[in-house]
């Protein structure tokens, strides 16, 4: 079965060679029962490793059932170890902190056997080498003897048909002792059993050859049976270990040592918040520098507020409204931006009164009208006042029902009286200091803001006029060529100053063609006109009905119809406002999605230090990466050292014919499961902060800002970190051979 031919084995220590044995030259059949003795140092121990493929020689050969092995790879023995070696340690070598039974299962799990499937097994080799009634204890509390017949239920569960035991009384009483030996030669059968032992006496009666070794060398060989059997050598079965043993060895390794576990538990738990709280703070800083600043278009500078348009730049359908609202984050929607964007000031010089605030529709309006009504037409409002603003200290009734005059900001002041009446109040109880008119605010009717649209879509469009074919171009703020919407204009017509006679040859303009043709950024229109008339001073209100000549000279009035047609345009902008500020960045991906750009108001606003908030942003994110390294490397030393105590675990693995791979694998499930209990006990803990049940503060900015979206990359990265901790330590331990480390650490 085993053969050695001037096998040779040297140790390489620091430039120093030692010699393990040499020119050892041996056969060993199945069914024998090797007896070796020899003083210590003599060479046995390394003779037996150099046996069972668990180290190297390096002279001479040895066949295995005929075969050469100097060709063999690291992977070829251990492939030889699983199907003909079972190791039995003076030092028993048992996993201290499983059962029995978890003991002897484990060498069957390592070899892809299936749980339920040796249950029966396992139960009977503990039977039969005596301990049924420990088979739930932990290996640590059973003594001496009772370790090492654990260990040859270990070794002979296997089934292999080699048996390699390394003084298994070493470290017995001589009673207990003899139970071992009797107990190995009962259950060794047929099989070849190599024992090294100093009582011969003990070993005497069942030895078939004993050998005597002496400073590295044989100095005897005696065969004392001669054995009989048919050299029939039956491999011990394995297959790969199953996924299911590995994540079951791995939640077993998990819980079985509280104290370690709880070691483990705490590293994870200070990576999870640490992670947490800096990642959390930097979003925190994020914010602030975004919120600084200021913003010249935009009015409504909540932080909740997203300005969206269509991405192939068409209008908003309801469709469109309808798949927004359905977003688990918005809020609502604004079809009408120019509500948020747009203030109002409405006046009456009389009585001195002045009024600003922002306009809104009426339809929005859910409060309680101290006085009046809601607004029925265009020339009604409803106004919304902290109670001790100025012009209302003796109550509602100073301005309900009186006519104003109102300004639009943003629009075309053409001179025109326009004349509103506040036909409902509201008082309200005002915390917030007076900012800029904002505290006031005006409902009006759809219908209003229709007309203040259309106004307003002329100021942000280029208006062109081809006249005699040549185009003039309109500029806000100068009446010229300026778009005007008449009653006493007919459709399809235009009137016109009578200066534009000049611009034709026959000085008449009347009769002549007019294209208008607008273009804004969100959409094109052109209308074509015949001039119906032509307006002096002196016709000016007759032909138009609008009053100041001097304001309006130069326009072109059409009919309100045609106007329309050219500026009410439906909404190209909207904006959504989401029910949280921190759900900002997964709205506006998911508004993407939809197919519509979308970007925060806060994007929009600027920033007078921006240049100083950019250095703070680039230097929180160094820190923060620095922070994940530094968490690393102390959480790995950390951990190095919780499981340096298990270095033995591991290598006692890999002597029982685990791989590295499966070992390293092992552990990985191990750490992934301790760090996935931390990461989700302090979720839980956060939980019961956002539930109200706790209320820390601190937990309560980590919620302020963090999303979802950065608890997954949060859990993300420490699954990675325990990955690489555990990648780093296996690499460590398994830098050397396993017999090296074992006998660095027993
Ligand atoms: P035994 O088991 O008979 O007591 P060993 O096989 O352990 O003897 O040791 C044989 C010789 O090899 C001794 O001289 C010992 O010092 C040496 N030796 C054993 N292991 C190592 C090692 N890892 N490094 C260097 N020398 C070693
Ligand atoms: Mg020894």
Known sequence: MLKLKDVSKFYYNKGLIATGFTKINLELKMGEFVVITGESGSGKSTL????????????????????????????????????????????????????????????MLLNGYK???????????????GLTEFKNTKVSKLSGGQKQRVAIARAMIKETPIIVAD??????????????????????????????????????????????????????NKEIKKVDIPE?????????????????????????????????????????????????????????????????????????????????????????YEKIKKLETVNYVVKDDITLDSGISIFNDEMGIYLYGDVKEATSYNGNLTAGRMPENENEVVAKIPEDYYYVRNGAE?????????????????????????????????????????????????????????ELNQNYSKIKSLFAGKYYESNPGNPY???????????????????????????????KELKIEIENIYYKEELNLKVANTYTKNSFTRLTGYKKYDENKGGVFVNKEDYTSLFNKPSYQSSVFVKDEKD??????????????????????????????????????????????????????????????????????????????????ILDIELFINSSIAYFSFIIFILLNKLEILNIEFIKTLLKFLSLREYILMYIILIIMSWLISRRFSKRIFKKSAIKTYNEEV
């Open 232 to 320: 029939k050598v039956e491999e011990s079965k394995y297959t790969k270990i199953t996924i299911a043993n590995k994540y079951r060895l791995g939640i077993r390794n998990t819980f079985n040592i509280v104290p370690k576990f709880l070691l483990l538990f705490a590293v994870f738990l200070f990576i999870t918040v640490a992670l947490l709280s800096e990642y959390a703070s930097f979003r925190q800083t994020e914010y602030e520098a975004n919120k600084a600043g200021y913003n010249v278009y935009f009015r409504d500078l909540s932080e909740e507020r997203i300005i969206i348009k269509k991405k192939d730049k068409t209008a908003f359908t309801n469709d469109d």
């Open 48 to 107: 037996l490793n150099v046996l069972s493929g668990l180290d190297s020689y390096e002279e001479g050969e040895m066949y295995i059932n005929g075969e050469e092995t100097s060709h063999y790879t690291e992977k070829d023995f251990e492939d030889y170890r699983r199907k003909y070696i079972a190791n039995i340690f003076q030092s028993f070598n048992l996993v201290n902190s499983y059962t029995v039974y978890q003991n002897v299962e484990l060498v």
């Open 584 to 665: 900002l960045e997964e709205t506006v991906l998911k508004l993407e999605e939809l197919g519509i750009s979308a970007r925060p108001v806060r994007e929009f606003k600027v920033n007078e230090g921006k240049e100083i908030l950019q250095i703070i942003k680039i230097f929180k994110l160094v820190v923060t990466v620095v922070l994940i390294l530094a968490l690393f490397f102390i959480s790995y030393f950390i951990i190095r050292i919780i499981l340096k105590s298990r270095n033995v675990y591991f290598t006692t693995l890999r002597m029982l014919g685990a791989t590295n791979k499966n070992v390293k694998r």
């Open 167 to 220: 003084e298994p009384t070493g470290n017995l009483d001589s009673a207990s002792s003899k139970d071992v030996i009797e107990l190995l030669k009962k259950v060794a059968k047929d099989r070849l059993v190599i024992v090294v032992t100093h009582n011969i006496e003990q070993v005497e009666e069942y030895a078939t050859r004993i050998i005597k070794m002496h400073d590295g060398r044989i100095i005897e």
């Open 481 to 511: 060529f300026r778009i005007m919407p008449s009653d006493k204009v007919a459709s399809g017509t235009a009137v016109v100053s009578d200066d534009a006679n000049y611009l034709f040859k026959d000085n008449r303009a009347r009769n």
């Open 398 to 454: 100073e301005v309900l029902d009186k006519k104003f005059k109102i300004q639009n900001q943003n629009a075309t002041y053409n001179g025109e009286e326009r004349e509103i009446t506040i036909v409902g109040i509201e008082l309200y109880e005002e915390s917030e200091i007076f900012n800029y008119g904002r505290n006031t605010k005006f409902y009006v009717t759809n219908e209003y803001l229709d007309e203040y649209r259309k």
């Open 115 to 129: 749980k339920k499937q040796v249950k029966q097994k396992v139960l009977d080799m503990i039977e039969k080498v």
